[in-house]
């Protein structure tokens, strides 16, 4: 249902204003208004740190090699709101790590490539320093393929220049050649042309050997620095603990920031809204405080819109979820959870509907929500996952359905089917659409609750009662021929039925009757009454089509069964035919087949049950446009959770 909420207004002296908004921001019990100038504070700070937190995160994530995916961390409040300065100093601790480790192996990578580009060169036993001394001649070192060697050779023995060569690499052959300095250039240029690549050794006073073996060891030193802080990342990880808890403290010190008091020269007060059944709550918290305050509450005024608190129990709750997802409840709208989240528990479970696939939604969900424990819309929407996971099973039992294998006949157990999907469709069919038309019923219900609770009687009785008499009219005045011609033989005519024809009859006159004076009530033109009379009844026209929308539930229980048998099917075909290998791989198509419908099977049936709320259910009453009441309090999302003692 939905909480009325009161306005709510709070002084305080200014020196209290850190007390105040802790206070405040611990319980969670006021919507502090939302000003201009929240958004002039700067909040740089701030978000830099958690940007920083975050990138921490990933890196102890990444070294530990274990995901929070399925842990859970509580913190006492205490815990949470203290030790920031040495939740930071174990920020700067891992982020000097990391950018040590960054250095190393960003010092490595030149290195490297120096080594691969010098390393042919290794048995260069003199200095380049000393060769550069040279006063009449230059040493040329460089790379010449396979390819190019003969005719480099070629020309250097025509031309009488000494060359020596070292080894080998994917770069080429590594050599030397010596030329007096007047022709060092022209030298050059012929033997570029001949696929000489030349290569600038650096200058160093040892030799060369030795300069590439420092290299080396250099490398070899920073990989095992690196090694090592790697290890000391490992063992930071265990503490990443501290960096969620700071990464929460960080968020919740922005939002304590972002409030705005209005002032006066000794006091501050801010306004808000506070759950009317939270009220009594909130002033016992103030009163045990020591801060001095004075606090008022008010009901909304009519030009004031209130954020929507709503209060479920436990089983309607998590389907707060999928009305939000629509449009949330303004303060004026009855709640549609209580009587939505049954008819979706109800059409989810039908449409997946087999016993295998409604145990591994219940079984998975549990163990999602043991392990995982999730927050918010994902915790409620795998609560719906899994409370779902009962109806399929339920409807895998009347379908006697277990990964489209019929266990029941198959096992020799009592007959429970109530029908063979594949076999009689239209009996599902059937169903589906009465189905349709029960929750189109409670739709309207809802709307004729809704408009007499806005004082607005002729809305309830020509938007709301009317359709009501039409669909119930409709059902009894022309159900039984219906289901006649669809089962010949098994629904004959009799004096009840045609009593209760003559009770739908009547259910149709007077739901046109007051269709047709109510209609255009807000007309004074009488031609414009009449139109607006006869397009009321048209309307029946939509219903029909809303109607027909519910067939979508024959379909998606039909194509689960339908790809379940054709798995069971295909793989019972591989497994003889291939002998023992063929049953491997009837047993990868099954596992494989199955896992494909179960998520085809989920995704489909959580898409059309959602459009079947949305649009046919909804569409009959609710307006929404609301907003959520979201108390002011620690931003939680790192931690799981925050324990207070009062």
């Known amino acids: ?76 409040y205490d815990s949470f709101v203290m030790d920031k300065e040495n939740r930071i100093k174990l920020l700067n601790q891992v982020e000097h790590v990391v950018q040590t480790i960054e250095t190393l192996e960003a010092s490595n990578k030149p290195l490297g490539e120096e080594i691969k580009l010098y390393q042919a060169f290794s048995l260069l036993t003199y200095s380049t320093s000393d060769i550069k001394k040279a006063k009449y001649t230059t040493f040329k070192y460089g790379y010449i393929t396979d390819k190019n060697k003969p005719k480099f050779e070629e020309y250097l023995i025509e031309k009488n220049i000494p060359y020596e060569y070292y080894s080998s690499s994917e770069l080429g052959n590594a050599l030397c050649y010596t030329a007096l300095n007047e022709d060092s250039n022209v030298i050059l240029d012929n033997v570029r042309s001949l696929g000489f690549e030349e290569v600038e050794l650096p200058l160093d006073e040892r030799p060369f050997n030795e300069y590439l073996l420092n290299l080396e060891l250099t490398i070899e030193s920073n990989k095992k620095e690196i090694e090592s802080l790697n290890q000391k990342l490992v063992d930071l990880s265990h503490s990443a603990g501290e960096l969620r ?208 609770r806005l004082k607005d009687p002729l809305t309830a009785l020509a938007d709301g009662m009317s359709w009501i008499f039409i669909l119930l009219g409709l059902v009894l005045a022309f159900g039984q021929p219906l289901l006649s011609m669809f089962f010949q033989g098994s629904f004959a005519a009799n004096e009840f039925t045609k009593v209760l024809s003559y009770v739908g009859y009547g259910f149709l006159g007077v739901g046109a009757l007051l269709i047709i004076l109510l209609a255009g009530r807000g007309q004074k033109n009488p031609l414009k009454r009449v139109t607006s009379a006869l397009g009321g009844l048209y309307g029946i026209a939509n219903y029909l089509s809303d109607i027909l929308s519910y067939s979508r539930i024959l379909a998606l229980s039909l194509s689960t069964a339908v790809i379940g048998y054709a798995m069971n099917l295909l793989g019972s075909m591989v497994g003889p035919a291939f002998g023992g290998f063929g049953w491997i791989f009837a047993v990868i198509i099954f596992v494989i087949g199955h896992i494909f419908n179960f998520a085809m099977g989920l995704l489909s049936a959580y898409v059309h049950d959602s459009r079947l709320q949305y649009i046919e259910f909804f569409g009959k009453f609710y307006e929404g446009n609301g907003y959520l009441f979201e108390p002011f309090s620690l931003k939680l999302e790192n931690v799981n959770e925050v324990i207070t003692k009062d």
């Open 245 to 452: 808890i700071l990464a929460d403290q960080i968020l919740s010190e922005k939002e304590a920031k972002l409030v705005h008091f209005n002032e006066t020269d000794k006091t501050l007060f801010i306004t808000g809204w506070t759950r009317q059944d939270e009220k009594d709550k909130l002033e016992k918290i103030l009163k045990k405080s020591n801060l001095n305050y004075e606090i008022d509450f008010r009901t909304p005024r009519e030009d004031e819109v209130p954020p929507t608190a709503v209060k479920n129990n436990k089983f309607v709750a998590p389907f707060e979820t999928i009305t939000n997802m629509f449009s949330v409840p303004s303060h004026i709208d009855i709640d549609p959870n209580p009587v939505m989240s049954v008819w979706f528990w109800l059409i989810f479970g039908i449409a997946m509907g087999d016993i295998g696939y409604g145990l591994v939604l219940l079984i998975g969900g549990l163990l999602f929500l043991k392990l995982k424990r999730p927050k918010g819309s994902m915790k409620n929407l795998m609560t719906v996952f899994t409370l779902s996971g009962i109806t399929s099973i339920v409807a895998g039992i009347l379908f006697d359905s277990f990964f489209g294998v019929s266990i029941f006949a198959a096992m020799g157990l009592p007959q429970v089917q109530v029908t063979n999907i594949m076999e009689r469709p239209l009996e599902l069919l059937v169903f589906s659409l009465g189905l349709g038309v029960l929750h189109i019923i409670s739709g309207q219900i809802l709307k004729t609750i809704q408009s007499f």
């Open 1 to 76: 249902m939905i909480v009325p909420v009161l306005k709510t207004s709070l002084v305080i002296l200014k020196k209290d204003r850190a007390e105040a908004l802790r206070l405040l921001q611990k319980h969670g019990l006021i919507m502090i208004d939302k000003e201009e100038e929240n958004l002039k504070v700067d909040t740089q700070y701030e978000d830099n740190l958690y940007l920083r937190v975050q990138n921490a995160l990933k890196h102890l994530k990444d070294h530990n090699g274990k995901s929070k995916a399925f842990g859970y961390q509580e913190v006492s």
